[in-house]
C-alpha cells in the first residue's frame, strides 16, 4: 500500500512538472523566435530543424515526430517528459541569449548557432550520464497530467 502511494505520488510530481514546463517551453520558444526574426531567420521551422538536430544527435522534427509515433497532427512537445522539456528548455534559452549576446545576423549563421548550442547540451547530458533525448520514452499527452 505505501509503495502504491508513493508511486501516485511520483507520478503527481511529474505531472505538474510537465504541464509547467510544457508552458516554459512555450515562453522559451517564442522568445527564441523573436530573436531568430531579429538576427534576420525567415524560415523559422527549418532554424528550429538546426537546434533539433544538434540536441537529437542529427534527427530533424519531423524524424522526432515519426520515432515517437505520434499522429499527424500530434506536437512533439506534447509528448515529453520533464527530462527532455527541460533538456529544449536549456537548448532554447541558451540558443536565444547566445544569439542575442553575438548580434548573429543571417539565417545561415543563427542555424549554426541553433545546432551548435544543441550539440553543446547533447554533450552535457552524455558527460552527466543522462539518457539521450531521441531515447527517451514518448509520454502520453500532456493534457492527460492537467487532469
Do not use: C
Not at 526574426?37 to 530533424?60: I, S
Not at 522534427?61 to 505520434?70: G, M, S, W, Y
Amino acid at each position: 500500500m505505501q509503495t502504491h502511494r508513493q508511486e501516485l505520488s511520483e507520478q503527481l510530481l511529474e505531472d505538474q512538472k510537465r504541464v509547467s514546463l510544457r508552458g516554459e517551453i512555450s515562453v522559451r520558444n517564442k522568445n527564441l523566435s523573436q530573436a531568430a526574426a531579429k538576427a534576420g531567420v525567415v524560415n523559422y521551422a527549418n532554424f528550429q530543424d538546426f537546434g533539433y538536430m544538434g540536441l537529437y544527435g542529427g534527427l530533424r522534427r519531423k524524424d522526432i515526430h515519426a520515432q515517437k509515433k505520434l499522429k499527424p497532427k500530434e506536437k512533439i512537445l506534447d509528448h515529453m517528459g520533464s527530462e527532455e522539456l527541460g533538456a529544449n528548455i536549456f537548448r532554447a534559452t541558451q540558443a536565444e541569449a547566445k544569439i542575442r549576446r553575438e548580434n548573429v545576423l543571417g539565417e545561415h549563421k543563427a542555424g549554426e548557432v541553433h545546432f551548435e548550442v544543441g550539440k553543446k547540451v547533447r554533450k552535457i547530458i552524455k558527460e552527466l550520464g543522462g539518457t539521450m533525448p531521441e531515447r527517451l520514452p514518448r509520454v502520453d499527452h500532456v493534457r492527460q497530467s492537467k487532469r
